[in-house]
């Protein structure tokens, strides 16, 4: 009876304890310098970034344009457009076509105000 002390039943609590704290604690660690190296939920580089480029930028007259018989390369949207297409139940060309005529009249207010 004396060689199971109550000394290693101790050890063989003890040790997968610490163990599974420590793993516990690690896992803890990498989660919290993750977020702190991920920009903030309402930051705007979440939605654009330097590498991001517009439809126009492109030549492309729509996003929807190329997607018959391919995969339309990576634009960025207006969150508006996404939004709208998402929740509010319309189609993406005509959501898309609002926005560009909507875009194309504060352009040619922005040249009837500045001549130059």
């Not at 969150?79 to 005529?101: I, K, P, R």
Request: aromatic share 10%; hydrophobic share 40%.
């Amino acid at each position: 009876m004396d060689r199971f002390s109550s000394d290693l039943w101790e050890w063989a609590l003890i040790i997968p304890s610490y163990l599974i704290a420590c793993v516990v604690f690690v896992y803890w660690v990498y989660e919290s310098l993750n977020m702190m190296s991920v920009p903030r939920p309402d930051s705007l580089s979440t939605i654009c970034d330097s590498k991001s480029k517009w439809i126009t930028q492109l030549g492309m007259p729509s996003a929807a344009a190329s997607t018959t018989h391919s995969i339309p390369p990576l634009v960025h949207m207006p969150q508006h457009l996404a939004s709208s297409v998402l929740y509010g139940g319309a189609s993406f060309q005509e959501e898309e076509a609002q926005v560009f005529a909507r875009a194309r009249k504060q352009q040619q207010q922005q040249q009837q105000h500045d001549p130059s």
